[in-house]
């Protein structure tokens, strides 16, 4: 190797530890995580209690889109953060949460679309979203987010039925 190119390897060596330093993100606290967490949390409460009421199955449906379109929001906000080191199964625990909530708000608005008599199918469906909101509740406090409890899982869980 000839002299002058190994006077440039300590040089390269550096620029390449500072390009790959300049990629990484560091990660956040657990305090500043678990801030973020319920600030996202909170919002999606806020934007789930200015929903309209489900008057008809129009109004349901439109409501059941809605609300599954904050739980994406929420889990895609969640699932950007960095989260902190040693935390990545809490991490990956909270996204799985909104993409449960997620599946079963689909599986749910199809029903209802398919359904004669959507509030009857509604009142079927409601003992067992009760539970999976009870449990995602349940989920959240066990990961120390007790901010997130009553989330878009309880949301729909308490969703009224349409009168008509």
Avoid: F
């Avoid at 790959?20 to 909170?42: D, I, K, M, N």
């Avoid at 997130?148 to 309880?154: E, L, R, T």
Wanted: hydrophobic share 45%.
């Amino acid at each position: 190797m000839p002299a002058a190119a190994r006077r440039c390897v300590p040089a390269l060596a550096v620029l390449a530890l500072l390009t790959v330093a300049g990629c990484t993100r560091p990660a956040l606290s657990r305090q500043e995580y678990r801030a973020r967490v319920t600030g996202y949390c909170t919002a999606a409460q806020t934007a789930q209690g200015a929903l309209p009421a489900a008057t008809d199955r129009a109004a349901l449906l439109t409501r059941l889109r809605r609300l599954r379109a904050i739980n994406r929001r929420l889990t895609n906000r969640i699932a950007q953060l960095n989260p902190p080191i040693g935390t990545d199964q809490s991490h990956d625990k909270a996204i799985n949460i909104g993409l449960r909530t997620d599946r079963v708000l689909g599986r749910i608005t199809a029903a209802l679309k398919t359904s004669p008599d959507p509030a009857a199918e509604l009142a079927r469906r409601r003992p067992a979203l009760a539970a999976a909101a009870a449990t995602d509740a349940h989920r959240w406090a066990i990961l120390r987010l007790k901010g997130c409890v009553g989330g878009p899982s309880q949301a729909l869980a308490a969703t009224p039925a349409p009168r008509a």
